[in-house]
C-alpha cells in the first residue's frame, strides 16, 4: 500500500477518510491519518481531522445510548440489579471509563454507548472525549513521525502494519479473557444449582 501515492493523488479524498473513517473502525482512522501524515499529507490538517473524525463517532456513540431510552425493553433491562451497579461503577468512575475507553480498543462503543445510555453528564463526555481524542491522536502521530525520521521510506511500508497487528492482538486477547471469563461464570453457575449430596 503506497499512501504517498494516494495522498499526492487525491489528497481530499484522504482527508474525507480521515474524518469518515473513525465512525467505522477509530483504531484503523488513527493509524491511516499517521500515516498519511508521514507520507506528503499535511500533518496538521491530518492531526485535527482526526481529532474531529474521533470526537464525532464517540459522540455519536452517547447519544446512541442517551436515544435507546425510547424503547420499553431498553427501560425495562436498565432496571435489572446487575445493570444498575453497572449504572453506578460507570457514574460514579466517569473519567476512569472513558479514559480507558479512549486507550483500550474494543471498549469503546460499549461504554461510550452506556456513558448515554446511564444519563452521564453531556459535558463531562465530551470534555473527556475531546480531551482524550487529542492526546491519543498526539502520542499515535509522535510515534510515527519519530519512527518514520528513524526508518525513512520503510516506516510508511511497515508501520501501519505494525500498528493495526498490535490493534487485533490486543482485541484478540480482550476477547478470550472475555470468552473464558464467560465460561468460568457459567461453571459456577452451574455448580451452584447442582444438588449437594
Known amino acids: 500500500m503506497d499512501f504517498a501515492h494516494l495522498v499526492s493523488a487525491s ?3 484522504v482527508y474525507l477518510l480521515i474524518i469518515i473513517t473513525p465512525f467505522i473502525q477509530e483504531d484503523t482512522a488513527v493509524v ?4 498519511a501524515s508521514i507520507s506528503g499529507a499535511n500533518p496538521v490538517a491530518c492531526y485535527l481531522l482526526l481529532v474531529l473524525g474521533i470526537t464525532g463517532s464517540d459522540l455519536f456513540k452517547y447519544w446512541i445510548g442517551r436515544a435507546s431510552h425510547t424503547f420499553a425493553w431498553t427501560r425495562r433491562m436498565t432496571q435489572r440489579p446487575d445493570v444498575l451497579a453497572a449504572r453506578e461503577r460507570v457514574l460514579k468512575r466517569l473519567g476512569m ?3 480507558v475507553a479512549r486507550f483500550v480498543p474494543g471498549t469503546r462503543i460499549p461504554l ?3 456513558s448515554g445510555l446511564f444519563h452521564a453528564s453531556f459535558g463531562r463526555v465530551a470534555a473527556y472525549v475531546i480531551g482524550t481524542a487529542f492526546i491519543y491522536a ?3 502521530f509522535a510515534v ?3 519512527l518514520g525520521a528513524a526508518m525513512g521510506e520503510e516506516a510508511r511500508r511497515t508501520l501501519p502494519f505494525v500498528a493495526l497487528g498490535i490493534v487485533v492482538l490486543v482485541m484478540a486477547i480482550q476477547f478470550v479473557h472475555s470468552a473464558l471469563a464467560r465460561r468460568a461464570a457459567l461453571r459456577l453457575s452451574a455448580a451452584s444449582r447442582e444438588p449437594m449430596s
Do not use: E, M
Open 11 to 13: 489528497p481530499w479524498g
Open 32 to 35: 491511516g491519518a499517521a500515516t
Open 97 to 99: 471509563t472513558l479514559v
Open 112 to 114: 461510550f454507548v452506556a
Open 138 to 140: 498526539g502520542i499515535i
Open 144 to 146: 510515527f513521525h519519530a
